[in-house]
Nanobody, 122 residues
């Protein structure tokens, strides 16, 4: 079982930046791919970014347009989502996810955090 705890959400103006963090409850570096989904009000959950175990190759959702970067600190079992040039349409609850494969992380991850709210004002 993997528990994920997100932090770093909040309110920011359009054009600003935020960095989300996700700490895992157990050693994940060599086994689990990790990533982020988001869900805006009235919309389905959307894949944002994923990164392979040991901080390897990263994947991004089509709507991100190179504004976000996913990073992984292997030693701390922590993954980050650096979000720049934020837009009001980025407003959503952001969820940290994990699974044993990076493909699963981008589609139907097994483990989910509780989520952290990101609100971008215009």
């Amino acid at each position: 079982q993997v528990q994920l705890v997100e932090s770093g959400g909040g309110l920011v103006q359009a054009g600003g930046s935020l960095r989300l963090s996700c700490a895992a409850s157990r050693r994940t570096a060599s086994t689990y791919a990790m990533g982020w989904f988001r869900q805006a009000p009235g919309k389905e959950r959307e894949f944002v970014a994923g990164i392979a175990a040991m901080g390897g190759i990263a994947y991004y959702g089509d709507s991100i347009q190179a504004r976000f970067t996913i990073l992984r600190d292997v030693a701390k079992d922590t993954v980050y989502l650096q979000m720049n040039s934020l837009k009001p349409e980025d407003t959503a609850v952001y969820y940290c996810v994990a699974d044993t494969g990076v493909v699963a992380v981008t589609r139907t991850p097994k483990y989910w955090g509780q989520g952290t709210q990101v609100t971008v004002s215009s």
